[in-house]
């Protein structure tokens, strides 16, 4: 009888302890893009506050936006920022804001391959969109060859390769392209699914990266951290201040840094075409899509409490896995915003 | 049991002289009524497939109207949407498919069923019944690291150089485009037209063999001119289950057809088709405009699909009345 009573008593011991633990279940989901390292965070977040369980599906953008706005998930996240419509949408059906937070910072490199061709080739601003334009044809052609100097290009046609389903990158590729010509912006303009001039379609960036590297003279887009991972060889792109710019962690985060210090209070800004002289000029941040209000405490607690640890432990996991870490600027801003959450 | 009527139990619920209840004990009319019901929810699943995809798409059917069908503009920016150039190519990559795949897939059955040793006969079959198991993205790969550089190589400059007057085969080779794309569904649609013609061709009667032997007629002739006619109705049945699979075919296709809504006389020349432009844009769709153009042209495929249907419905009807008549005679 004693047995079975102190048995009994733990057991029940054991049951109230679970049940007290309260386990708090959060789901999210959007940008595939940065996939990699939301899952090491919130990973890590369990590890730390073991009653803390994030889900987080990687639907892409347009999916995240929409189920936030449904109200499916508990938070979003996008590599574009919600335009002044979609947010409307919010506001109307929850009668409270939405809340931008930058996590990590993504940038869109050139990618190509022709023929004995192994230097990183640079490209001017004319050059890329001449050639999405479908009005560069050619790899010999002066807007290319000027900025390769020494370099022997063919004369062969450029096939020119893009991603076919809508994506973050080709939303960061088409925002750089609009701001730096004024033909792209009246047509196709920016979006993550556009109606290109030319070219093939590749399904994600292996569709893409597979088409360029078996079609010779081929020319396309693809984001860093596929590059980095992926060893395919990228190009250099001329900056705002006319310095030829190769993508890595420090010329990322230099674009950033520079739109800091003009950075709306909603976050909601486009860092292509950074000023600075050692800023790589295609890149963006993605951003976490939070409510502005929580009916339930448990989940606002939790969520601010991930969000403050993401944008200061959780940077440190960024670079290992080729993401660009926020600047110090935009970080301190953001912790500032999170009190915002009610 | 019925003992009041003097009717056997078999005969059919004609008979109104007995109740629900006592027909429901012999269980026949459970067997209709619960057999019933499967069969109605197949159609009932269709008719709400049809009404999801009809209201779905209500905004994009009252904004284009019937200008959708021959519009060829994809402008997600501007939201304006044509379905035109998906149409074309999801009608020329399953034609392609169907011209490659049809003589292959009734040779290879023909072979099978009539000529080859009975072991033969059964190992192959087994092959095939495997290359119809294979999932479809596999194919794609197949076709993006096999098939795409030895078009881009081999097979395109070489229909260049010999048939390159014809404007099919015109336009710089990437490998990628209807003609590939057509090659890789012509390979995952054999299978289906090589195992059902096969088990046509083995069923027909053996007298019908023998009768064309005793007249005089060689091996092949009695096949081709007597068994092959004699199982035409079953052989169309199974093109036409192919052709079903060629339209609907997503990720293969996506991965070969180079994705880019042009139309083209050229069979070099990337492409696109319904289920691939689907399948690519529907996640990030943005806008209701947007999204429900794409469930409009679900709509379409599905209507397609329902034509192309109901016209092998009727060549099979056609031809079964031809056939019978030929055996009355």
Known sequence: MKRFAGFLFVALAVAGAVWAQGALLINGAGASFPNAIYSKWFDEYHKKFSNVQINYQSVGSGAGIKQVTEGTVDFGASDGPMNDDQIKAYTDKHGSGILHFPTVLGAVVPIYNVAGVSAPLNFTPEALAGIFLGRITKWNDPAIAGANKGVNLPSADIVVVHRSDGSGTTYIWTDYLSKISTDWNAKPGKGSSISWPVGLGGKGSEGVTGLIKQTPNSFGYVELTYAVQNNIGYGTVKNSSGAFVKADFSSVSAAAASAAKSMPDDFRVSITNADGKTAYPICSFTWLLIPEKFSDGGKRDALKGMIKWALTDGQSFAEPLSFAKLPKEVVAKELKAIDKIQ | ?329
């Open chain 2, 1 to 329: 049991m019925a003992a009041s009527t003097t009717t056997v139990p078999n005969a059919g619920p004609v008979s109104g002289s007995r109740s629900f209840l006592s027909k429901l004990r012999e269980g026949d009319e459970i067997a209709r009524v619960v057999t019933f019901l499967f069969a109605s929810t197949v159609v009932l699943v269709t008719i709400l497939l049809v009404l999801e995809l009809w209201h779905g798409s209500s905004l994009a059917r009252h904004k284009f109207g019937f200008a959708f069908f021959v519009t060829s503009v994809w402008d997600p920016i501007a939201g304006d949407f044509g379905a035109l150039p998906f149409i074309y190519g999801t009608l020329v990559t399953a034609f392609v498919s169907l011209a490659i795949a049809v003589p292959l897939g009734i040779g290879a059955a023909i072979f099978l069923a009539e000529l080859a040793p009975q072991k033969v006969s059964d190992t192959l079959q087994f092959f095939i019944d495997l290359l119809a198991a294979v999932p479809s993205v596999i194919y794609g790969l197949l076709g993006i690291f096999i098939i795409v550089p030895l078009m881009r190589e081999y097979i395109q400059p070489f229909l260049k150089a010999t048939l390159g007057f014809l404007p099919l085969f015109t336009g710089p080779a990437y490998g990628i485009g209807f003609f590939t794309a057509g090659i890789v569904l012509a390979i995952m649609v054999i299978p289906y037209i090589v195992s059902v013609s096969r088990e046509v061709l083995l069923s027909v009667p053996r007298d019908q063999r023998e009768a064309a032997l005793a007249l005089g007629s060689t091996r092949w002739e009695s096949t081709w001119k007597v068994v092959v006619p004699f199982a035409r109705t079953g052989i169309m049945g199974s093109i036409f289950l192919a052709l079903a699979r060629a339209l609907g075919e997503t990720m293969a296709v996506t991965m070969v057809i180079g994705n880019t809504p042009t139309i083209s006389a050229s069979l070099f020349s990337p492409g696109y088709s319904i289920a691939a432009v689907i399948a690519n844009e529907f996640s990030e769709a943005t806008g209701d405009l947007y999204l429900q153009s794409l469930i409009e042209l679900g709509l379409v495929l599905f209507i397609l699909t329902f034509i192309l249907n109901g016209l092998a419905r009727l060549l099979i009807i056609l031809t079964a009345q031809r056939g019978s008549e030929m055996g009355r005679t």
